[in-house]
T-cell receptor
Framework: GQNIDQPTEMTATEGAIVQINCTYQ??????LFWYQQHAGEAPTFLSY??LDGLEEKGRFSSFLSRSKGYSYLLLKELQMKDSASYLC??????????WGAGTKLIIKP | IAGITQAPTSQILAAGRRMTLRCTQD?????MYWYRQDLGLGLRLIHY???????GKGEVPDGYSVSRANTDDFPLTLASAVPSQTSVYFC?????????????FGEGSRLTVL
Protein backbone atom coordinates (compact mmCIF):
# COMPACT_ATOMS: atom_id res chain seq x y z
CA GLY A 1 0.00 0.00 0.00
CA GLN A 2 0.93 3.63 -0.24
CA ASN A 3 2.04 5.42 2.87
CA ILE A 4 3.17 8.84 4.03
CA ASP A 5 4.81 9.05 7.46
CA GLN A 6 5.14 12.23 9.48
CA PRO A 7 5.60 12.74 13.21
CA THR A 8 2.26 13.33 14.90
CA GLU A 9 3.39 16.28 17.01
CA MET A 10 6.48 18.40 17.58
CA THR A 11 7.30 21.19 20.00
CA ALA A 12 9.77 24.00 19.41
CA THR A 13 10.72 27.33 20.93
CA GLU A 14 10.02 30.75 19.49
CA GLY A 15 13.03 32.01 17.52
CA ALA A 16 14.48 28.52 17.03
CA ILE A 17 14.67 26.24 13.98
CA VAL A 18 12.58 23.10 13.48
CA GLN A 19 12.71 20.35 10.86
CA ILE A 20 9.58 18.36 10.06
CA ASN A 21 10.28 15.10 8.27
CA CYS A 22 8.15 13.23 5.77
CA THR A 23 8.94 9.78 4.40
CA TYR A 24 6.90 8.18 1.69
CA GLN A 25 6.36 4.80 0.10
CA UNK A 26 4.28 5.29 -3.01
CA UNK A 27 3.82 3.68 -6.39
CA UNK A 28 5.97 6.14 -8.28
CA UNK A 29 6.61 9.80 -7.67
CA UNK A 30 5.61 12.92 -9.54
CA UNK A 31 6.07 15.61 -6.92
CA LEU A 32 5.68 16.47 -3.25
CA PHE A 33 3.73 19.26 -1.58
CA TRP A 34 3.81 20.86 1.86
CA TYR A 35 0.73 22.64 3.18
CA GLN A 36 0.17 24.58 6.38
CA GLN A 37 -3.12 24.28 8.25
CA HIS A 38 -3.97 26.41 11.27
CA ALA A 39 -6.50 24.92 13.67
CA GLY A 40 -10.03 25.25 12.34
CA GLU A 41 -8.86 26.66 9.02
CA ALA A 42 -8.20 25.47 5.50
CA PRO A 43 -4.81 24.14 4.34
CA THR A 44 -2.68 26.65 2.46
CA PHE A 45 0.12 25.88 0.03
CA LEU A 46 3.72 26.20 1.23
CA SER A 47 5.96 24.45 -1.28
CA TYR A 48 6.28 22.00 -4.14
CA UNK A 49 9.33 19.83 -4.87
CA UNK A 50 9.75 17.60 -7.88
CA LEU A 51 13.56 17.52 -8.18
CA ASP A 52 16.10 16.63 -5.51
CA GLY A 53 17.45 19.44 -3.44
CA LEU A 54 16.50 22.37 -1.31
CA GLU A 55 13.91 24.98 -2.20
CA GLU A 56 14.06 28.11 -0.07
CA LYS A 57 11.21 30.53 0.39
CA GLY A 58 11.78 33.10 3.10
CA ARG A 59 11.84 31.48 6.54
CA PHE A 60 10.61 28.18 5.10
CA SER A 61 12.66 25.67 3.09
CA SER A 62 11.71 22.28 1.71
CA PHE A 63 14.12 19.48 0.83
CA LEU A 64 13.58 16.39 -1.30
CA SER A 65 15.53 13.18 -1.82
CA ARG A 66 13.71 10.95 -4.28
CA SER A 67 16.16 8.06 -3.88
CA LYS A 68 15.46 7.98 -0.13
CA GLY A 69 11.73 8.69 -0.35
CA TYR A 70 12.27 11.58 2.03
CA SER A 71 11.46 15.23 2.40
CA TYR A 72 11.68 17.75 5.16
CA LEU A 73 10.26 21.18 5.85
CA LEU A 74 12.64 23.52 7.65
CA LEU A 75 11.20 26.48 9.54
CA LYS A 76 13.63 29.14 10.75
CA GLU A 77 13.19 32.00 13.23
CA LEU A 78 10.03 30.43 14.54
CA GLN A 79 7.15 32.70 15.38
CA MET A 80 4.08 31.97 17.48
CA LYS A 81 1.95 32.18 14.32
CA ASP A 82 3.83 29.14 12.96
CA SER A 83 1.88 26.98 15.40
CA ALA A 84 -0.13 24.85 12.98
CA SER A 85 -0.30 21.45 11.35
CA TYR A 86 1.99 20.77 8.42
CA LEU A 87 0.74 18.37 5.79
CA CYS A 88 2.95 16.42 3.40
CA UNK A 89 1.39 15.09 0.18
CA UNK A 90 2.90 13.05 -2.67
CA UNK A 91 1.75 12.69 -6.27
CA UNK A 92 2.06 9.03 -7.24
CA UNK A 93 2.60 7.46 -10.67
CA UNK A 94 -1.14 7.65 -11.43
CA UNK A 95 -1.18 11.33 -10.50
CA UNK A 96 -3.17 10.60 -7.37
CA UNK A 97 -2.37 12.81 -4.39
CA UNK A 98 -1.53 10.83 -1.25
CA TRP A 99 -1.72 12.80 2.00
CA GLY A 100 0.07 12.30 5.28
CA ALA A 101 -1.88 12.75 8.51
CA GLY A 102 0.03 15.94 9.29
CA THR A 103 2.42 17.11 11.98
CA LYS A 104 1.07 19.40 14.68
CA LEU A 105 3.74 21.96 15.54
CA ILE A 106 3.49 23.68 18.91
CA ILE A 107 5.59 26.79 19.44
CA LYS A 108 6.41 27.80 23.00
CA PRO A 109 7.58 31.28 24.06
CA ILE B 1 -12.43 38.55 -2.63
CA ALA B 2 -11.47 35.94 -5.19
CA GLY B 3 -11.34 32.40 -3.98
CA ILE B 4 -13.42 29.41 -3.09
CA THR B 5 -16.54 29.55 -0.95
CA GLN B 6 -18.24 26.72 0.91
CA ALA B 7 -21.64 26.60 2.59
CA PRO B 8 -22.78 25.85 5.16
CA THR B 9 -19.86 26.41 7.52
CA SER B 10 -21.34 24.02 10.03
CA GLN B 11 -24.36 21.74 10.13
CA ILE B 12 -25.90 19.18 12.46
CA LEU B 13 -27.93 16.62 10.61
CA ALA B 14 -30.14 13.70 11.57
CA ALA B 15 -29.17 10.33 10.16
CA GLY B 16 -31.08 9.48 7.03
CA ARG B 17 -31.48 13.07 5.90
CA ARG B 18 -30.26 14.37 2.58
CA MET B 19 -27.67 17.13 2.61
CA THR B 20 -25.91 19.18 -0.06
CA LEU B 21 -22.67 21.00 0.65
CA ARG B 22 -22.15 23.88 -1.73
CA CYS B 23 -18.84 24.96 -3.26
CA THR B 24 -18.25 27.89 -5.59
CA GLN B 25 -15.01 29.26 -6.99
CA ASP B 26 -14.38 32.40 -9.02
CA UNK B 27 -10.86 31.63 -10.20
CA UNK B 28 -12.01 29.82 -13.36
CA UNK B 29 -10.11 26.73 -12.30
CA UNK B 30 -10.86 23.59 -14.27
CA UNK B 31 -10.09 21.06 -11.53
CA MET B 32 -12.19 20.82 -8.38
CA TYR B 33 -12.09 18.36 -5.50
CA TRP B 34 -13.99 17.32 -2.40
CA TYR B 35 -12.02 16.01 0.56
CA ARG B 36 -12.95 14.88 4.03
CA GLN B 37 -10.62 15.38 6.98
CA ASP B 38 -10.84 13.21 10.07
CA LEU B 39 -8.67 13.32 13.17
CA GLY B 40 -5.50 11.28 12.78
CA LEU B 41 -6.01 10.66 9.08
CA GLY B 42 -4.75 12.42 6.01
CA LEU B 43 -7.12 14.23 3.71
CA ARG B 44 -9.15 11.70 1.76
CA LEU B 45 -10.50 12.42 -1.69
CA ILE B 46 -14.22 11.82 -2.14
CA HIS B 47 -14.87 12.98 -5.72
CA TYR B 48 -13.16 15.19 -8.23
CA UNK B 49 -13.85 16.96 -11.50
CA UNK B 50 -11.23 17.84 -14.10
CA UNK B 51 -13.54 20.08 -16.09
CA UNK B 52 -17.17 21.12 -16.29
CA UNK B 53 -19.37 18.20 -17.27
CA UNK B 54 -17.05 15.47 -15.96
CA UNK B 55 -16.63 13.91 -12.53
CA GLY B 56 -14.64 11.04 -11.06
CA LYS B 57 -14.54 8.93 -7.93
CA GLY B 58 -11.85 9.37 -5.33
CA GLU B 59 -10.70 7.16 -2.49
CA VAL B 60 -13.93 7.25 -0.43
CA PRO B 61 -16.87 7.94 -2.79
CA ASP B 62 -19.54 5.68 -1.26
CA GLY B 63 -22.56 7.59 0.06
CA TYR B 64 -21.63 10.78 -1.79
CA SER B 65 -22.43 12.20 -5.22
CA VAL B 66 -21.30 15.30 -7.08
CA SER B 67 -22.19 17.26 -10.18
CA ARG B 68 -20.31 19.82 -12.27
CA ALA B 69 -22.81 21.67 -14.39
CA ASN B 70 -20.48 24.65 -14.87
CA THR B 71 -16.92 25.72 -14.10
CA ASP B 72 -17.69 27.55 -10.88
CA ASP B 73 -19.92 25.18 -8.88
CA PHE B 74 -19.20 21.73 -7.47
CA PRO B 75 -21.84 20.62 -4.94
CA LEU B 76 -21.45 17.49 -2.83
CA THR B 77 -24.59 15.57 -1.88
CA LEU B 78 -25.08 13.03 0.87
CA ALA B 79 -28.20 11.14 -0.19
CA SER B 80 -28.90 9.58 3.19
CA ALA B 81 -26.48 10.71 5.89
CA VAL B 82 -24.94 8.24 8.33
CA PRO B 83 -22.95 8.97 11.52
CA SER B 84 -19.68 7.83 9.87
CA GLN B 85 -20.01 10.81 7.55
CA THR B 86 -19.41 13.13 10.49
CA SER B 87 -16.33 15.01 9.36
CA VAL B 88 -14.92 18.28 8.11
CA TYR B 89 -15.37 18.61 4.37
CA PHE B 90 -13.07 20.71 2.23
CA CYS B 91 -13.67 21.77 -1.33
CA UNK B 92 -10.56 22.65 -3.35
CA UNK B 93 -9.70 23.84 -6.82
CA UNK B 94 -6.63 23.99 -9.02
CA UNK B 95 -5.70 25.50 -12.36
CA UNK B 96 -4.03 22.19 -13.27
CA UNK B 97 -5.43 18.69 -13.48
CA UNK B 98 -3.55 15.59 -12.40
CA UNK B 99 -2.85 17.02 -8.95
CA UNK B 100 0.22 18.83 -10.27
CA UNK B 101 -0.88 22.29 -9.25
CA UNK B 102 -1.34 24.12 -5.99
CA UNK B 103 -4.69 23.43 -4.36
CA UNK B 104 -6.83 26.31 -3.15
CA PHE B 105 -9.12 25.23 -0.34
CA GLY B 106 -12.42 26.54 0.90
CA GLU B 107 -12.81 27.21 4.62
CA GLY B 108 -14.47 23.86 5.22
CA SER B 109 -17.88 22.57 6.22
CA ARG B 110 -18.12 20.85 9.58
CA LEU B 111 -20.85 18.22 9.40
CA THR B 112 -22.19 16.27 12.36
CA VAL B 113 -24.57 13.38 11.70
CA LEU B 114 -26.52 12.17 14.71
Amino acid sequence: GQNIDQPTEMTATEGAIVQINCTYQTSGFNGLFWYQQHAGEAPTFLSYNVLDGLEEKGRFSSFLSRSKGYSYLLLKELQMKDSASYLCAVIDSNYQLIWGAGTKLIIKP
Amino acid sequence: IAGITQAPTSQILAAGRRMTLRCTQDMRHNAMYWYRQDLGLGLRLIHYSNTAGTTGKGEVPDGYSVSRANTDDFPLTLASAVPSQTSVYFCASSDRTGNTGELFFGEGSRLTVL
